[in-house]
């Protein structure tokens, strides 16, 4: 089978040859300190590039990804030519940081003594009222500038290689919420202030909406995974009352999903960590085909409990080894072992692509990555 073949055909609930192989993703990825151990480790010269400034992902080299026997490739839109955002380097409080704005107002930071990730230190609607919600400078999902180039990347994909063709991370209606409020505060107002919450959130599903009408003309046709997705459960269980998220999040979110699948044929990738079992329902409601990552090492996210009751329905892509305890601190040894187990749990019957538990940090050795992709491969065939 080609690599897009073997996709679609795990996607569809069918059996392939072996399950698929992906890196590379924003969700699916490889942290900047691991890939430049990793291509040292390979023998393989690459520049290192960022992906995800925010997470510090590189973009994975071609023979890296053929090393490792990567189905997927990924094309991704990007912002709008009149966005004038970029790291530019600060002092606060006696420390340098990296500060990146992004097109909502939301100010991300890492800092020059840890480069390693950034997080949020301005959220631009901390102290807003819903008054304020209507007027706030919200950008344009629509801006055409936004996918210059798009298609014609989608086209080489389809036309030049056998990969399967996946879309960078997208509507993200729920987090960039809690982004500009301030996670604390969001969870307030959703017990105290809904109205607040619902006009914030459909102004994100605004954007989303406008952003998909585009991006769908351009490459609804082309592109066989489409990845949208938010956290909505944590290592114990749901980040917040499911009942509110069934009242106030779920029916944007399945607005969403409705709508893309009413202009593409693609399959719809729903992102969230955590304990999240009790969500599937309502996630196949919206309409959603595929989970990642998967957080088998999450509450009550047992691999053969998943498997069984949801493995006809939903595609599991992800839950390749313990990201948490195993793959940064375990021997080679211990998580081929680890693989092995989950592999053997989410294989049967197809409907499984593999990958990390989210994103490969930066501490993850070398040696363990090998391991990770390698006995993967080796248990990967039916």
Sequence with gaps: MTSRERVLKTLNHEIPDRIPMDLGGNQTGIHKNAYLKLVKHLGIRDELK???????????CEKVLERFHIDTRYI???????????????????V?????????GIRWSMPDRSPNYMDITLHPLADAMLADIKDYPWPKGDDVTRFAGLR????????????AVVSGISGVVYEFCWYMRGLEQWFCDLMIEPEFCEAVIDQTLKFWLDWFRVFLDEVG???????????IAGQGGPLFNPEVYRRIVKPRHKKLV??????????IWYHTCGACMGYIPDLLDNGV???????????NMDPVELKNKFGSDIVFWGGGCDSQHILPTGTPAEVAANVRAYVTALKPRGGYVFNNIHNIQGEVSPES?????DTAYECAFY
């Design 76 to 94: 991704r839109a990007g912002a709008p030519a009149s966005w004038k955002g970029g790291i530019v380097q600060a002092e606060r409080n006696g």
């Design 258 to 267: 409705q709508y893309i699948r009413s202009r593409t044929n693609a399959k």
């Design 369 to 373: 990555i090998v391991a990770l992709y």
């Design 50 to 60: 960022i992906m995800d400034a925010v997470q510090q992902l590189a973009v994975p």
């Design 289 to 299: 085909h595929i989970l990642n990552p998967v957080q088998l090492s999450a509450k």
């Design 152 to 163: 014609e990347r989608a086209l080489q994909l389809r036309k030049e290689t056998p990969y």
């Design 96 to 104: 340098k940081w990296h500060d990146l704005t992004d097109e909502f």
């Design 221 to 231: 046709d082309l592109v066989d995974v489409i990845m949208i997705g938010d956290d």
